[in-house]
Nanobody, 120 residues
Framework: QVQLVESGGGLVQAGESLRLSCAASGNFLQIDAMGWYRQAPGKQRELAASVTTGGRTNYADSVKGRFTISRDNAKNTVYLQMNRLKPEDTAVYSC??????????????WGQGTLVTVSS
């Protein structure tokens, strides 16, 4: 079983920054892609940013140039540095990871979500 533990959410004012962290723990062979998804009130969940084991990143157009995703493979941890936050960034941010079991099966796991609120 693999667990993701998130931290770093909170309430900030527009223009400020936050850093989210997500650490994977449990029994797995390796963590493959990791990412952050977000769901704003009344909207569908969307990908904010993702990163592969090799460091290839992907961002939603709405966060490009403001958010930076990174990972520490040795710690099985992914980070999301969010700068110049806007009220429209307000959402529950959930960490996602694709991992490989010792049986060479790829599975997916989600974190519990952390709330980011940006006031105007």
């Amino acid at each position: 079983q693999v667990q993701l533990v998130e931290s770093g959410g909170g309430l900030v004012q527009a223009g400020e920054s936050l850093r989210l962290s997500c650490a994977a723990s449990g029994n797995f062979l390796q963590i493959d892609a990791m990412g952050w998804y977000r769901q704003a009130p009344g909207k569908q969940r969307e990908l904010a940013a993702s990163v592969t084991t090799g460091g290839r990143t992907n961002y939603a157009d709405s966060v490009k140039g403001r958010f930076t995703i990174s990972r520490d493979n040795a710690k099985n941890t992914v980070y999301l540095q969010m700068n110049r936050l806007k009220p429209e960034d307000t959402a529950v941010y959930s960490c996602n990871a694709v991992y490989r079991t010792y049986g060479w099966t790829n599975l997916e796991v989600w974190g519990q979500g952390t709330l980011v609120t940006v006031s105007s």
